[in-house]
């Protein structure tokens, strides 16, 4: 499509030219341009119904009153203009919700960070053998269902039968409810979403680390630089566009939390665990389809400002 | 052994236990949850619930899998999550390679903007979108049906990427050498192309029948009858609905949930772990 003009120029006068190649020309160039749109056209209806469209919708629909009774009958529904953003800030609820919501990301973001890259490093090493078992089993947890997953930590962390307390039991501290107390159940869920997601981490900085070159540990050796010398000053600064990449990757999917406290905690206890998404939901479930619309738009604001706000973050620290 | 040949350094071996001593111990609080979920799921109610707790079970049942294939329907929603995973992951293999063959290789009008168009909705999120989603399969009368369940996920922006970046590397010469020969359009690409795709569609179909598998927004805004639940949403659903939750029950749904995965993934790894190098997503 940008060819450039120097290819271009001699065709053009050839094909004005002779007229009749003209039209062989379109003609092709006409048929070339339907057969790359049959084969784009049934992904494109399908994306375009229920992805583009839906969208587009979800920010109309923000402005509406729009409730599950008027799937039935379209006309009562009215334009609201702001109301449900302004009723949506001034919802405790809400503000409850993105609170608990911010602090998962904040903390779990770097939790899980951290434990990736730990990992990570630790098996690039040259001294470990057996690297691909660890890798797998560190793996294991991100192709697991969240539900499923939920469901056993549920049972680990229960305050008599679970697996933490018991083990806690041995050394004598006795352990808390983890889930029923409301300052420890999002800590408790924080945990756990690092414990199943660091291994896609694991797996992304891993390629990160291989990408450096062997050359500049070699100087920095030579440099008197010891190991954690060598981490701070080579291996970090060059695997900053990864780790730029998992923090956001990481941050998008830690925004929309929802199956650990639908399945733990009810978003309970006190809603200490009620998430923006789980709002949503609730809301949903509610038939207050306008108002959710709005909350969901708010969601994806944030998604968008917190990817926005990590590029800025780790570029300037250059 | 190498270590009796060469001889290590001290530093090297005492660094080289802590790192194993390190890796090992993560390991096991990685895997250890997952083996525990195995072992307490053939355990009765009793012994799960029993302070100090036993580790290997002192009594092997399989009373929680019965109750979950006889009185909880557990086949039905098996039955259901894997019809939905297959048409999904089916039409996300023909209509994602279509797009991705069209935008990579044929030159048509509108092209840049189509795929800037779909990359654009690759970052947002479900959560955005389900609402009006459930608006529309419900005008179109499809919900709580297997339609409803799949449509809106047979189109999906990552496979046309993923697609697209492997088409890329595909010489031209061998297309037009294709169409030379005479094959038509559509010849050439379910003949030609299609086959030399194998292992982007592989990871394709592997990451989309995983990701259907595990979904659980949509089927449990869809389902509306028992009937039409997957598997993870009976499993939330039961874990939930009950006071005092039946523990034995609940690991024997979670393992029937996650035992198919695991295994799935421990004899295809190569490809998840390179779905992941090459595109960077999930």
């Known amino acids: ?318 | 052994m190498s270590t009796m040949d060469t001889p290590v350094r001290g530093r090297d071996r005492a660094a080289r236990i802590a790192l194993y001593a390190v890796l090992v111990a993560g390991l096991l609080v990685v895997v250890g949850p997952f083996v525990w979920m195995l072992l307490s799921s053939v355990k009765p109610e009793a012994e799960i619930r029993q302070v100090p707790p036993t580790w290997l079970p002192e009594t092997v049942t399989l009373e929680h899998y019965r109750e979950l294939f006889s009185r909880l329907n557990f086949p039905r929603y098996f039955g259901n999550s894997l019809v939905v995973a297959v048409l999904t992951t089916a039409g996300n293999l023909v209509f994602c390679s279509a797009l991705g063959y069209a935008l990579a290789k044929l030159r048509f009008p509108g092209r840049r903007v189509l795929f800037a168009f779909v990359l654009g909705t690759l970052m947002v999120p479900g959560m955005v979108t389900f609402v009006p989603q459930f608006v529309l399969v419900s005008n179109m009368g499809l919900v709580n049906s297997y339609a409803g369940l799949v449509l809106p996920f047979l189109a999906g922006p990552f496979g046309v990427f993923l697609m697209r970046q492997y088409l890329l590397s595909i010489p031209d010469d061998i297309i037009e050498a294709a169409r030379i020969d005479g094959a038509g359009e559509w010849r050439v690409f379910w003949s030609v192309v299609l086959p030399l795709c194998r292992p982007a569609l592989a990871t394709l179909g592997i990451l989309t029948f995983l990701a259907s598998w595990n979904n659980f927004l949509w089927p449990l805004v869809v389902a509306t009858t028992e009937d039409r639940y997957t598997l993870p949403v009976a499993l939330a659903l039961y874990s939930v609905g009950q006071n005092r939750i039946d523990f034995g029950l609940m690991l024997a749904g979670a393992v029937v949930v996650v035992l198919p995965v695991v295994v799935v993934f421990l004899v295809l790894q190569r490809h998840f772990l390179r779905g992941i190098a090459t595109t960077g997503l999930k």
């Open chain 1, 1 to 318: 499509m940008t060819a450039a003009p120097a290819t271009t120029a001699p065709s053009r006068p050839a094909a004005t030219d002779r007229p009749h190649r003209t039209d062989g020309v379109t003609g092709r160039r006409r048929r070339r341009a339907l057969t790359g749109w049959l084969f784009a056209a049934p992904f494109t209806v399908l994306f375009a119904v229920f992805m583009a469209v839906p969208v587009v919708a979800s920010l109309a629909m923000s402005f509406t009153d729009l409730r599950s009774t008027d799937l039935r009958n379209p006309w009562s529904v009215d334009v609201v203009g702001l109301d449900n953003y302004v009723r949506l800030f001034s919802d405790a609820l809400f503000r409850r919700a993105a609170v608990n919501t911010l602090v998962f990301v904040v903390v779990g973001v770097p939790l899980t960070i951290v434990a990736g890259l730990a990992a990570a490093t630790a098996l690039n090493s040259a001294l470990v053998r057996f690297r691909a078992a660890f890798r797998v089993g560190f793996y294991l947890p991100v192709v697991t269902s969240i539900v499923a997953i939920a469901v056993v930590w549920r049972f680990l962390l229960d305050p008599e039968a679970g697996l933490v307390n018991n083990l806690l039991r041995v050394v004598g501290i006795d352990g808390p409810n983890w889930l029923g107390d409301s300052s420890l159940a999002l800590p408790s869920i924080t945990v756990m979403a690092a414990w199943r997601n660091f291994g896609f981490l694991m797996v992304i900085f891993l390629a990160g680390l291989q990408a450096v070159p062997a050359d500049l540990y070699e100087a920095a050796r030579i440099d008197g630089a010891g190991r954690w010398a060598q981490f701070r000053h080579v291996t970090l600064p060059m695997l900053r566009p990864t780790l730029l990449f998992g923090a956001v990757v990481t941050g998008i999917g830690y925004l929309q939390l929802f199956e650990e406290p639908f399945v733990m905690t009810r978003g309970g206890p006190l809603s200490s665990t009620l998430s923006v998404s789980y709002h949503i939901y609730n809301q949903f479930g509610f038939g207050n389809y306008g108002y959710a619309a709005a909350a969901s738009y708010v969601l994806f604001v944030g998604i968008v400002a917190l990817s926005a706000l990590q590029f800025r973050l780790l570029r300037s620290s250059e």
